[in-house]
């Protein structure tokens, strides 16, 4: 899809846009930076979270699944934020708690967006009946209650990682759907959808290699707002004790199982906190500037 | 007005109707045997056809839900797998718990959100605007039970004080029940707090931009009675829509905060059975916090078409 949408948009590059690719992504980050200090400071964590969650088995100090010490040990220079009540080390695990943070978080963002995204495509672009029963159905996904309906659906198919990351896809399949259709049925009117048509392309040549495309703006968008709320979900989840299975290092669940060690070890109750919160942080800030910045309508406020 | 109504009430129909659907099929899906699943792996099969005989799932899943609906409908819920007690039974004891948690907070995010999101909207740009941005980010950011989590700790490690976690109710005594409330009302308000400060903030600014505020102070009239009379008022629906669907996120997360407080209402029922698998308890629940958000949500509706005739007949 990549190399098509190059091919169809290579002759038409104005010339200002000359250049290495890299210089002007670079030029693109740093207007970016200049003009939401705060979404470059929020993109700032959301890259230290992206390498501590792929170098995670190279800085972490210890496995993050086995004994390496006494039960809840106080912080000390072998284990900087101490061990918890199996003897595993805390820092370690808050390192290895980005990887399930972001893996479940991409995936069920892919999940969620991927499927609200065609069916968007769908009712947008086909309108007439299939249209009406898409929205009818997407209005009933929201009159669930976020995290009533994540915990419905993780009980029913047992709370398993690809499970958790399947409830937690399914809540944003509306809200896409509702968004990516606006802007399908505004591309739908454009003169190179009728041109498309009039050359003989079929709907489904249409729907992805011509709309698709020219939707992505409101996709990006969601996606990074998204992230943030996924990694609230999975932790909130996980806190419930319903999340991601033990014994993988989850923030949610680390915090929940160290509830009973909180007040006189306090340093198995920080790291998950912190970890959590300036990960939502990062992604709300990022997601908040994204969003001013590729809807024209916000532009200038 | 009456025709608004009418056009309102028809629309949520088919909305309430995909929730028993989805609620009802996705119980259904469940892998594994619901007999087994209840009464374990080791139950013999006249226990099992025991089972089955009792709840009616010999019958073919359409005839299922038919029944289930129409009991619904004449507001009866079934009964537990597990106590066989009434479902509507124990959701009625549980609501006084968490309308009283919720309301709290909903008074709570209020009462921040509206001197936060004015003032930092008259006086934007200045310390203490960001102060109420930042604060208003934080409350978003940082996850209900994170924020929990930190009021009972918090305390304990810098006063050596743990606040009272336990519920009494309101008739056996009202102050301790009041004061019991106000902790896990500021933790679940915190997030719509954040919100409609933020809300509150941008539609004030926007409406501030209008003609008619110019002409307001055209004619020489201060700013209080500007804001709080041209302003505010005109500012108001949107910032009304976003609390209502923001009390999703209330609804949902009294289930985390009773958990953690040790609160005996709705959304500790709905885990104690998804952990017991407790399908008709698990359906019940769900389908009864949907219809209240959905209910409030055309209450809404209603009101602001009451307000704004410009609704009513668009």
Sequence with gaps: ?301 | MTTYIIRRLVMIIPVLFGVTLITFFAMRVAPGDLAQVQLGEYATEEALAVFREEHGLEDPLPIQYVRWVSDLVQLDLGESYRTNASVRGEIFDRIPVTFQLTAFALVFSLAIAFPAGVISAVRQDTFIDYLARIFAMAGLAIPLFVIASLMITLPAIWFGWTPPIRYTAFTDDPLANVTHFILPAIALGASLAGTTTRMIRSQLLEVMRQDYIRTARAKGLSERPIVAAHALRNAMIPVLTVVGLQLGVLIGGTIIIEQIFSLPGIGRLLWESVDLRDYPMIQGVVVFMCFVYVFVNLCIDIAYAWIDPRIRYS
Excluded at chain 1, 103 to 128: E, F, K, M, R
Excluded at chain 1, 159 to 183: C, E, Q
Aim: glycine fraction near 10%; aromatic fraction near 8%; include cysteine.
């Design chain 1, 1 to 301: 899809m990549t190399q098509g949408q190059e091919t169809a948009t290579a002759p038409f590059q104005p010339p200002a846009a000359q250049g290495s690719v890299t210089g002007r992504a670079v030029r693109g980050l740093l207007r970016f930076g200049r003009r939401k200090p705060l979404g470059a400071f929020g993109g700032l964590v959301v890259i230290i979270l992206v390498i501590t969650a792929i170098l995670a088995p190279m800085i972490a100090p210890h496995a993050p699944n086995t004994q390496s010490a006494q039960i809840i040990e106080s912080p000390s220079s072998e284990h900087a934020f101490g061990t918890d009540r199996y003897g595993r080390d805390v820092l370690s695990r808050t390192l290895y708690g980005a990887r399930i943070s972001l893996w479940v978080g991409i995936v069920s963002l892919t999940i969620g967006v991927g499927a609200g995204t065609v069916l968007a495509l769908l009712s947008g672009y086909l309108g007439g009946i299939v249209d009406t029963v898409i929205q009818r159905i997407m209005d009933s996904i929201l009159a669930f209650p976020w995290l009533v309906l994540a915990l419905a659906i993780v009980s029913v198919l047992g709370n398993t990682l690809t499970n958790v990351m399947i409830a937690i896809g399914i809540l944003f399949v509306p809200n896409t759907a509702r968004v990516v259709r606006s802007a399908v049925l505004t591309i739908r009117e454009e003169a190179y959808v009728d041109a498309a048509r009039v050359i003989g392309c079929t709907d489904w040549r249409i729907m992805f290699r011509h709309i698709l495309p020219n939707v992505m703006a409101p996709i990006i968008v969601l996606v990074t707002v998204g992230l943030g709320s996924a990694i609230i979900v999975e932790a909130s989840l996980s806190f419930l004790g319903l999340g991601t299975p033990a014994p993988a290092a989850s923030w949610g669940r680390d915090l929940a199982e160290s509830r009973a060690y909180w007040y006189n070890d306090s340093h198995l109750f920080w790291p998950p906190t912190i970890a959590i919160s300036l990960a939502v942080f990062g992604f709300n800030l990022l997601g908040d500037a994204l969003r001013d910045e590729l809807d024209p309508r916000l532009r200038g406020r």
